[in-house]
């Protein structure tokens, strides 16, 4: 099973907001609500950001937010701040055989 | 403090082996179904390996029949043994804990990972 697709870089201003997209199949993203989002910064561990589609675990800023549309799902990360800018990762549950796919990352400059 | 703390990677030549430890600290690792992610140099990550809280284990494609995933109870550890190694293994890997939902046939699926480790670099060059 292939990847699913982001774009490769995203920029916004401090303050704007902006979305990133992943974009799966009817096998992936548009079959199970299991999407998730990573934020990584260097040299830091992943950090889980939204889970289940829109689900925030705690301590994730309301300022994140996850959505989907048939096979894309979408993160939108309003109020932009200066630590925000990292590298955004989505993954998708793929099925009992391929179990998880993931995007190849989206690298967010906040400007 | 890192839940998560990987170790064990390095440089090593293809066809080479290493065996990956990951030690986890507030949680045990039996109780858990823990997995192995990577990601290359500038690629996406990439799910590796998991083993479910029953010791049921599952590969990607990529890593069948030459990794090997295993824990340690007592000692809460996490291993990834990494045989017949090849360059496109390079890359940093991640141990992570992982969530999801059974369905009513009792078949898992993974829906997200938690308490990833800062990761252990592995090199396959000669």
């Known amino acids: 099973q292939s990847a699913l697709t982001q774009p490769r870089s995203v920029s916004g201003s401090l303050g704007q907001s902006v979305t990133l997209s992943c974009t799966g199949t009817?096998?992936?993203?548009?079959?199970?609500?299991?999407v998730s989002w990573y934020q990584e910064h260097p040299g830091k561990a992943p950090k889980l950001l939204i889970y289940?589609?829109?689900k925030r675990p705690s301590g994730v800023p309301d300022r994140f937010s996850g959505s989907k549309s048939g096979n894309t799902a979408s993160l939108t990360i309003s109020g932009l701040q200066a630590e925000d800018e990292a590298d955004y990762s989505c993954?998708?549950?793929?099925?009992?055989?391929?179990?998880?796919?993931f995007g190849g990352g989206t690298k967010l400059t906040v400007l | 403090e890192v839940p998560l703390e990987e170790s064990g990677g390095g440089l090593v030549q293809p066809g080479g082996s290493l065996r990956l430890s990951c030690a986890a600290s507030?949680?045990?690792?039996?109780?858990?179904?823990m997995t192995w992610l990577r990601q290359a140099p500038g690629k996406g990550l990439e799910w590796v390996s998991i083993?479910?809280?029953?010791?049921?284990?599952y590969y990607a494609d990529s890593v069948k029949g030459r990794f090997t995933i295993s824990r340690h109870n007592s000692e809460d550890t996490l291993y990834l043994q990494m045989n017949s190694l090849r360059p496109d293994d390079t890359a940093m890997y991640y141990c992570?804990?992982?969530?999801?939902?059974?369905?009513?046939?009792?078949?898992?699926?993974?829906?997200?990972?938690?308490?990833w480790g800062l990761g252990t670099q592995v090199t396959v060059s000669s």
């Open positions: 083993i479910y809280a029953n010791a049921n284990t």
């Open positions: 507030g949680f045990s690792v039996s109780s858990n179904h």
């Open positions: 992570a804990r992982a969530r999801g939902y059974y369905d009513s046939a009792g078949i898992f699926s993974i829906s997200f990972f938690v308490d």
């Open positions: 993954a998708s549950y793929a099925g009992s055989y391929t179990f998880v796919i």
């Open positions: 289940d589609v829109t």
């Open positions: 009817s096998g992936d993203v548009g079959r199970y609500n299991y």
